[in-house]
């Protein structure tokens, strides 16, 4: 069961970092791209 919660953990830390560079916008559960965040996934 650990294994599961850090991986969550990890997880919020990343939806976290992606907000910080206005990639994404949080929510309770996770989070929707914004618009820069998606042009950016178009370039990927």
């Known amino acids: 069961m650990d294994g599961w919660i850090t991986r ?3 997880g919020e ?3 976290e ?3 910080s ?3 994404v ?3 309770i559960q996770g989070g929707s791209w914004t618009a820069e ?3 950016l996934l ?3």
């Open 17 to 19: 970092v992606l907000a």
């Open 25 to 27: 916008k949080p929510e």
């Open 42 to 44: 178009d370039e990927a």
């Open 37 to 39: 965040g998606l042009l």
């Open 13 to 15: 830390i990343a939806v």
């Open 21 to 23: 560079y206005g990639l």
């Open 8 to 10: 969550l953990y990890a």
